[in-house]
């Protein structure tokens, strides 16, 4: 385990209490937001976080391809969205003390010139590029060898992927800090189709690859005493479905709730009949209009 891995463990035994204590303050006082279902999301972001770095996973990574995967599934598809629908920012700003509350809260409402600059670098299409490039780049074989040979840059590179994605669920899901106007729905269900095509564009030929695609897989698997007994291929099919399966899970059914939540917000979850449809211009069979004018 490294300092990293450790730092991020650190983060979630501070994060943690503050948001316990902010959700009891909002509690208390009536707010509807802070309610058990946001409690035991944020469980299971934290949870899951802890599971990504402090696990096992955090050094058989460099042994197992799935367990890679797994690493980028967990943090950047379900533990960083978690974080983003347990409204984690407002409560926690609730958690701390009053002072520093309102401290963050006039921070917030500068217009300062590092607010402008955070403004400017966080635009959505930045995030949304970002995201992608860094999600192929960590899957590339050259990248990947590379990384897996130093476990701290490795760890180090997954922090920064799953710091894309925290900007990317920033702008999908809403929440947090306030510093962009709302995304369409639109264009954010356009945006986690293109991003579902890149991610299967990957995990596709992965899971049905009969070669070994990783060259630091290929040589961990050539030590004997493995700790599964699984083989290179397996471990890569199995890899590569979990890609596949995984993500197109989270982000198609990312799509249909934002979908869902455009046609309520249009009142679109319902057919109304049109206006007149009955009339009686509108039922004459056509031929027979002359006896309607009669």
């Not at 030929?205 to 630091?216: D, G, K, R, V, W």
């Amino acid at each position: 385990m490294n300092v990293l891995s450790l730092a991020v463990g650190l983060l979630l035994a501070v994060l943690t209490p503050l948001y316990l204590r902010g959700w009891v303050r909002l509690r208390r006082r009536g707010a509807g937001f802070a309610s058990f279902a946001r409690l035991s999301v944020f469980l299971f972001a934290a949870l899951t976080t802890a599971l990504v770095f402090l696990s096992p996973m955090n050094w058989l990574n460099a042994d197992y391809f799935f367990i890679r995967v797994a690493q980028y599934l967990f943090l950047c598809l379900f533990a960083i969205p978690a974080f983003f629908i347990s409204c984690a920012f407002d409560v926690i700003l609730w958690g701390l003390p009053a002072g520093a509350r309102r401290t963050v809260g006039r921070w917030m409402r500068g217009r300062g010139p590092v607010q402008r600059l955070l403004h400017k670098a966080t635009q959505p299409w930045i995030a949304f590029i970002l995201f992608i490039a860094l999600f192929v780049t960590w899957y590339d074989n050259r990248i990947a060898s590379w990384l897996l040979a130093n476990p701290l840059l490795h760890t180090a590179s997954l922090l920064l992927l799953g710091a894309a994605a925290m900007l990317t669920w920033w702008h999908l899901i809403g929440t947090g800090l306030r510093l962009h106007t709302e995304l369409s729905p639109w264009l954010a269900a356009i945006t986690l189709l293109i991003i579902e095509l890149v991610s299967m564009s990957i995990a596709v030929p992965t899971a049905f690859s009969t070669e070994p695609i990783y060259a630091h897989y290929a040589a961990a698997f050539a030590a004997p005493d493995r700790f599964l007994p699984l083989t290179i291929a397996d471990d890569q099919a199995l890899g590569g479905g979990l890609l596949w399966v995984g993500g197109s899970a989270v982000f198609l059914s990312s799509i249909v709730l934002i979908l869902n939540r455009l046609f309520n917000r249009h009142r679109m979850d319902r057919s109304d009949p049109l206006p007149g449809w009955d009339a009686d211009e509108r039922m004459i069979m056509p031929g027979l209009e002359h006896r309607l004018k009669k």
